[in-house]
């Protein structure tokens, strides 16, 4: 059997540079597009200025929105204890099965560590509502899949 923590751990590090990153990108992005907005401002006039404003302002309201959800995925990794060790799957669990490696925790895609896929994902999502409170040993069906939990951690 494998040490889990610090494999959990580096999956737990991996989701929270995935979310660092996107509050970074909406950061930099509502920063370029209040820019843009306030260039339109010095150096357009009428009809042209009103339309250049509000497209620039729409934009960095959507980028607003991404910083928004971004910040929501901080606050869930935050309730998260990546060194304790579950008998049943909730989030922070790590999820061997039949069908693939899951960590419970952010919806975050593929990490590969030492040549093993592993997929980051809510307990929000339609797998991890299914593999919820699951213990080693149980079947789910996922997908008209069946599901073998393998082991939980």
Known sequence: MIDSAPLKQTLFDHCRQYVEQRIETAKTAMEAAQSAANEESKSSAGDKYETGRAMAQIERDHHAQQLAEARKLEQELARIDAGKIHSAVQPGSLVLTSQGNYF?????GKITVDRTDYFAVSAASPIG?????????DE??????????LAVR
């Not at 419970?104 to 975050?108: G, K, N, R, V």
């Not at 509502?129 to 040993?137: E, F, I, M």
């Open 129 to 137: 509502v299914r593999l919820n409170h699951a213990k080693a040993g």
């Open 140 to 149: 789910v069906v996922f997908n008209s899949k069946l599901i073998r939990i």
């Open 104 to 108: 419970i925790a952010i919806s975050a």
